[in-house]
């Protein structure tokens, strides 16, 4: 059974970008983050859910901040 599923603009643009061919639907893609997700430990999951809420937090650096921060 197939079903339609409603998802934001900005969601539909970030699942564009992961197409790796043109043709590539987005259940494939979908499919994919499933996958990949099935795969991580809980330990793993921990860790993504902190990353994610530092970063929604602007606890983050930027990677040129980082450099300079390094050669002082």
């Not at 970030?14 to 197409?19: A, E, W």
């Not at 902190?50 to 650096?61: A, F, H, L, T, W």
């Given at each position: 059974m197939e079903t339609t599923i409603q998802i934001s603009q900005e969601l539909l643009e970030r699942?564009?970008?992961?197409?790796?061919?043109?043709?590539?639907?987005?259940?494939n893609i979908i499919w994919d983050m499933v996958e990949d997700r099935m795969e991580f430990s809980e330990q793993t999951k921990k860790n993504i859910l902190q990353s994610e809420k530092e970063i929604r937090e602007g606890k983050i650096v930027s990677l040129e901040e980082l450099k300079k921060k390094r050669e002082a």
């Amino acid at each position: 059974m197939e079903t339609t599923i409603q998802i934001s603009q900005e969601l539909l643009e970030r699942l564009r970008t992961m197409k790796m061919y043109d043709r590539e639907s987005y259940e494939n893609i979908i499919w994919d983050m499933v996958e990949d997700r099935m795969e991580f430990s809980e330990q793993t999951k921990k860790n993504i859910l902190q990353s994610e809420k530092e970063i929604r937090e602007g606890k983050i650096v930027s990677l040129e901040e980082l450099k300079k921060k390094r050669e002082a």
